[in-house]
């Protein structure tokens, strides 16, 4: 007869049954202390690092993929995968000699003809490699460890754009998988990194699994950012996409994970106190906020409107905002190039030293032939940056005597909006607030915001002639004072112009418990190498 | 019977259907661009087209619908825009989570409350039924999420008796599996106890106030087989109601209670989905958990004939 108890019975058999399977074929962990179980600041969705700009699939491609040139902790490249480079004496061609006994995952050797493959893939996505692209006769190879890349005209930035650390990064694959349409993504992880990387372990979503490579043969300089060696003293590193900060805050606190890139930041000073808790600043470059505006469509497609922002903006209010009122990790930056960096300069920043001034602004907005038509700032209510910046922005604009259309919605919606050239009323914009690191927005290269060349150059779509001569100027420049020199006409035109305005300039902590050690900082990517976990903690 | 179950069968397909063209408008007319949020921050209106123009999503919006409709009517969910897996296979690897915290909640919670529902109306009036009153209506009141922060800083943090988040599947010992599961379902669970608690209780005193129980008790029946076997029995048609409609709130509160404790069920899928606007994984998890919502009704439905024999289809 059947009756519920026996249905029930056979169902926990059921069960038993299927769950059997993978009792028997379980696999044999890498302990837990030599893993690193790391939350990382988004969850890592793409997995090729050249098809997008996501900070966080840099952070995959430093684990899997190495690159030719590395920066080190003083921003200067140093080479990685190359042994020995060298320049022709007319400063057009470049030869790269790989290292010895450089391999992918799946055991191939690393060849030129690899690197050719990965550095043109590169250059079709990456601002740096595009611009040194346009300079680039050919890239032969010359034997299996040897290539060249023969310029039409001298480059002084051909190595500094390998060793960029601003996304995309120059990372290295093999031929058949940087032969896949720039447009299109790469499928599968294979590299010749520190770690490989463990699909089968992977639960997209919820943890990515990084294993360290047995057959990755380290420099023998000491690890240094992106440069020296990269030397792996744990078998396991997991990511774990733990979406809600406090969960992760107390998952740090408890010992479940052992590292967290970015907790609240206004919890840093409690985080501290944490006798079990290293508490420090791993990007010393820091990030820069700054609030994009549309040059398409008044008032600001008037200079004048624009600058009237530089008058408007008080950096001091939206930092504190986000980072509270004791909080010293931040500063009020007024350079065209994001402070601390090369190319910082006092170049026509009257208006920051001057700091908030209405009825300046007011001024500049009626020189502007304001009209009274609502000026659309994007306010994104799930972004630590652009929630606080869009209020202040309504506000300080409200205090000008312009009308505001605070459009909320979420970061999604927002990175859609910004694309649309469409007059603000009809589904446009004028303003919206992001953030980029210190590191990219100090190069004009690089940071695709510094580009002003009208309907092709980034959200804002600015036209500059002056800016775009100079930018062209920069990366000719063959030296680093000379590229500092043209820093300061850059910041000055930049300026007058007025792109966008900055909100701000912080540095973001990173905590992770006692017991690890090794942690290396650079800006951009968190790199894993070097890392040890002790017993304790 | 059967017909009616066949009715109601057909029935669900038509829901799916509507509920299929519903969100999918609802997701493809709402703002959001995947390729911008694929793209990354630096990337320029060039990069972000190339990807569009990759995925499909320049395509018309009917064919796109319909290339979507006819891969799921053969079976196929699609393939999620950011992490090129079927959808298919991410939600497999998330069912078991979900279902664990549906399971262990939906069990404790009806133990508890059908418990806590029938004492309050033996006890009408009494302390006991008044505190289990107020507990249940602070059930229902507290948000799911600040119950969970409240047990993981009194059990984890401090007590330090329970894991903070994540899952163990049960496969790898029941004991981890249970382990992590006692305070996502405790903080799931307290609505659901509240609601089903203040219903049983509603219930079984109309029926304690009906005459054949009152004839039992001057029979001289024993107090818990009144409660039990006369009562509680026919006050189970609103409480299995309750129980059935409590499967929305369930899966409402399995999202959140996901996102608070990390674990990794279908809820945190979704949830992550629908702020990358991956599409395809979106409308394969509403596709799906509608027709399970549609499908434990009709099992409700059912139901009623076991507890109520005058009851046909």
Known sequence: ?537 | MLAYIIRRLASTVLVMGIVAVFVFLLLHLSPGDPAAIIAGDNATNEQIAGIRKQLGLDDALPIQFFRWVSAVLQGDLGISIFSNEPVAKLISQRIEPTLSLALTTLTVAVTLAVSFGVLAAWKVGSWIDRSLMVVSVLGFSVPVFVVGYMLIYVFSINLRWLPVQGYSPIDQGVGPWIERLILPSIALGLAYVALIARITRTSMLEVLAEDYIRTANAKGVATRSVLLKHALKNAGVPIVTVIGIGVALLIGGVVITETVFNIPGVGRLVVDAISKRDYPIIQGVILIFSGVYVLVNLLVDLSYTLLDPRIRY
């Not at chain 1, 093999?174 to 490989?196: M, Y």
């Not at chain 1, 990515?208 to 047995?214: A, E, G, M, S, W």
């Not at chain 1, 890139?261 to 290293?278: A, F, G, R, S, Y």
């Open chain 1, 1 to 537: 007869m059947t009756t519920r108890r026996s249905i029930l019975k056979g169902g926990l058999a059921a069960a038993a049954l299927t769950s059997a399977p993978s009792v028997i074929g379980a696999k044999a962990q890498p302990s837990a202390a030599r893993t690193v179980k790391a939350v990382m600041h988004a969850d890592l969705r793409v997995l090729d690092p050249i098809w997008t700009t996501a900070n966080i699939s840099a952070y995959h491609g430093a684990m899997v993929y190495d690159t030719l040139f590395g920066l080190d902790g003083d921003f200067k490249p140093q080479p990685q995968m190359v042994t020995k480079w060298g320049l022709s004496d007319d400063k057009l061609t470049y030869t790269f000699e790989l290292r010895d006994g450089l391999k992918f995952h799946d055991d191939a050797a690393v060849t030129a003809a690899d690197c050719v493959a990965s550095v043109r893939r590169w250059a079709a996505r990456a601002a740096a490699g595009q611009s040194m692209m346009q300079r680039v006769k050919d890239t032969p190879v010359v034997d299996d460890k040897t290539f060249r890349i023969v310029l039409t005209e001298p480059y002084g930035l051909v190595i500094d754009s390998l060793s960029t650390i601003s996304t995309s990064l120059c990372y290295m694959m093999r031929k058949k998988d940087a032969e896949t349409d720039p447009n299109q993504q790469v499928r599968d992880t294979i590299g010749s990194g520190p770690f490989l990387y463990n699909r089968d372990e992977t639960r997209p979503g919820n943890r990515h699994v990084y294993d360290r490579n047995p057959n990755y043969h380290p420099r023998s300089e000491p690890a240094s950012a992106m440069a020296g060696g990269k030397v792996v003293k744990l078998d396991r590193v997991t990511f774990e996409n733990i979406a809600d900060e406090q969960t992760a805050l107390s998952a740090l606190q408890a010992g479940e994970i052992d590292f967290y890139e970015v907790p609240p930041q206004d919890l840093i000073d409690d985080l501290k106190k944490d006798k079990n808790l290293t508490v420090e600043v791993l990007n010393k470059t820091g990030h820069v906020a700054f609030m994009r505006l549309n040059s398409l469509h008044p008032p600001f497609n008037k200079p004048d409107a624009r600058k009237a922002m530089l008058y408007l903006a008080k950096q001091d209010d939206v930092m504190r905002a986000i980072f509270g009122q004791t909080s010293k990790s931040w500063q009020a930056c007024g350079s065209y190039f994001a402070c601390g960096t090369p190319m910082t300069n006092d170049e026509n920043t009257e208006w920051f030293k001057h700091g908030q001034d209405i009825a300046k602004a007011k001024e500049l907005f009626a020189k502007a032939g304001y009209d009274g038509k609502p000026v659309v700032v994007l306010q994104a209510t799930d972004h630590y940056l652009a929630n606080p910046a869009g209020l202040f922005a309504a506000q300080w604009l409200r205090q000008a005597g312009i009308n505001v259309d605070l459009a909320a919605m979420d970061w999604g919606a927002l990175v859609t909006r910004r694309a649309s050239k469409k007059p603000p009323a009809e589904g446009g914009w004028n303003i919206f607030s992001t953030t980029v690191t210190g590191i990219t927005f100090a190069d004009p290269i690089s940071f695709t915001g510094q580009a002003a060349n009208g309907e092709k150059a980034w959200f804002g779509w600015p036209t500059n002639e002056l800016q775009e001569q100079l930018r062209n100027k920069w990366a000719t420049a063959p030296t680093l004072e000379g590229r500092q020199a043209i820093a300061k006409d850059l910041q000055k035109n930049g300026w007058d112009y007025v792109p966008h305005v900055i909100l701000g300039q912080f540095y973001r902590n990173s905590t992770w418990r006692k017991n690890i050690t090794g942690v290396i900082g650079m800006p951009e990517v968190v790199g894993f190498w070097n890392m040890e976990k002790g017993v304790s903690g």
